[in-house]
């Protein structure tokens, strides 16, 4: 079983919410999906365009409510 974490950031200049890489990848330099059968971090690109366990289904539907949120925000709802 895997467990996935991401970071995202608010960023007040463009006023948008969105997944934060940069702090993704300092905060979890072994990757950011922990493994609990192997109790180790895992990278969720393995390359060649394949990902790692559920990582791309679950990255496109956190985009996707972070676009609704900032939709939000642009209509001020």
């Known amino acids: 079983m895997r467990q996935y974490h ?3 950031m608010f960023d007040e ?30 990278y969720g690109y393995a390359g060649e365009g394949k990902f790692v366990g559920r990582e791309d289904e679950i990255t496109q539907e956190l985009s996707k409510l972070l676009d609704k ?9």
């Open 6 to 8: 991401f970071a995202i």
């Open 13 to 42: 200049e463009t006023n948008r919410w969105d997944i934060d890489i940069d702090t993704e990848e300092s905060a979890f330099p072994n990757g950011t999906i922990y493994n609990t059968e192997t109790k180790e971090w895992e």
């Open 69 to 77: 949120c900032n939709l939000l925000l642009k209509t001020g709802e």
